[in-house]
């Protein structure tokens, strides 16, 4: 059977460094910190006391009005809000599309998980007849983006969503990318949507002991490489990514930013939260996902780490990297983005995946921010590009995202020749 090629040919995003595409890719490159004092509660009680907020968030703004806005969760706003601009960006004309072809897959870590804690807060509270909204159900569930976004587009083919922690997004992407290339279909909306900036997330995270509790220095405390790093930096929304067969993107005289080539994944089977301290899952799941593109290792010229800033995460990535690439590692540029978004969850592929889209359509390399410590078990000789953005040629790019349980996932990119 013949392989289809995949293309990606629209993008859409909102995210603490930008509502829209053209303010993420201008502040990606700029080096932007998206950290704040959380506003969304009181975090009086709370160790970690900052996230990563989408900034000046009105939901009027894009669209969604009261009442919608009382039967969709956060985590589906975002998705709807960047699956928009992300639809408008393709030019697709949906109805000249056979609908039957085009399917939605999503990916989100934790879903609606601030509508499920409201109302069990509220039902608490009330201490009488269980009186929750009818909307509970349908709010909370992982799976009501893709459906709510399939009904919006009437898109009837494959809709569902990967929960796979933080490599929820990049799981629901390869499973997208695997659909057409399979041809069943030939377009797929796909990327993934979080909205984790809650009480239960930041304590639930905090008590694991795996966010920074850095507040004296909350805009630079998302340091991945860096010495001082004390873990991860909660962030939230959404990234949006529309793939689609590249013959029928050619037929439609479509925008093609870049060609999706290949996609890994892989478990650890060694801890629940810790990664493999040599990085055994990683290196394998970067190995698959080159074969699978069909991708020599010394063609890759700019993988976007999953660089949390955790002290094991970190040194373990770096690890299998140099496992795996040997001296063509000190010829790749690497990036931890999550210095300037924080860790968007089960978001965190699909956003990072547009820093990589833009590293390609550009040739800008998004930089490593708020590093200033040496760490004696990280290699320097890497080129982690650190503070500022570096201008090279990139052919080919690949995320990395790791989650809870081992997941590893791992996607690439190539220019379109």
Do not use: W
């Amino acid at each position: 059977m013949e392989l289809k090629r995949v293309v990606l040919t629209g993008i859409g995003t909102i995210n603490p460094i930008g509502n829209n595409i053209s303010e993420y890719f201008g502040n990606l490159d700029a080096g932007l910190s998206g950290a704040n004092m959380i506003t969304r509660f009181d975090t009086a009680l709370f160790k970690t006391k900052f996230a990563c907020e989408v900034k000046d968030y009105d939901p009027a703004r894009f669209g969604i009005d009261k009442k919608e806005e009382r039967k969709i969760d956060r985590f589906t706003q975002y998705a709807f809000i960047a699956t928009g601009e992300a639809m408008l960006d393709s030019g697709i004309d949906t109805e000249k599309l056979n609908h039957d072809r085009a399917g939605v897959i999503l990916g989100t870590g934790i879903g609606g998980i601030e509508t499920l804690f409201q109302e069990i807060v509220g039902y608490c509270d009330g201490g009488k007849i269980p009186r929750f909204s009818p909307f509970l159900i349908p709010k909370m569930i992982p799976d009501i983006a893709p459906g709510m976004i399939s009904i919006k587009y009437g898109f009837r083919g494959p809709n569902y969503t990967t929960v796979s922690a933080c490599a929820s997004s990049t799981h629901a992407m390869i499973d997208a990318f695997n659909t057409i290339r399979l041809g069943k279909a030939d377009i797929m909306i796909t990327g993934g949507s979080e909205a984790g900036i809650t009480i239960p997330s930041i304590g639930g995270f905090n008590s694991a002991q795996a966010m920074s509790t850095n507040n004296e220095n909350y805009k630079t405390a998302s340091r991945p490489f860096d010495r001082t790093r004390d873990g991860f930096v909660m962030g939230e929304g959404s990234g949006i990514l529309i793939f689609e067969e590249y013959e029928h993107a050619v037929a439609r005289g479509a925008k093609i930013y870049c060609e999706v080539v290949g996609g890994g994944m892989t478990a650890d089977a060694f801890h629940i939260t810790a990664p493999h301290p040599d990085g055994l899952g990683a290196t394998n799941v970067m190995k698959h996902a080159l074969e699978d593109a069909g991708i020599e290792i010394d063609a890759v010229d700019y993988i976007n780490v999953h660089g949390t800033a955790t002290p094991l995460g970190d040194i373990a990535e770096l690890k299998a990297i140099k496992a795996l690439f040997g001296d063509h590692a000190y010829k790749l540029n690497i990036s931890a983005t999550k210095s300037m978004t924080g860790h968007l969850l089960g978001a965190a592929g699909s956003v990072e995946a547009l820093a990589c889209v833009h590293a390609i359509y550009s040739d800008i390399i998004p930089p490593t921010i708020n590093f200033e410590h040496e760490d004696p078990e990280i290699d320097y000789k890497l080129n982690l590009t650190l503070n500022k953005a570096q201008k090279r040629e990139v052919n080919v790019a690949m995320n990395n995202t790791f989650g809870f349980g081992g997941h590893n996932s791992s996607i690439v990119f190539k220019k379109i020749k």
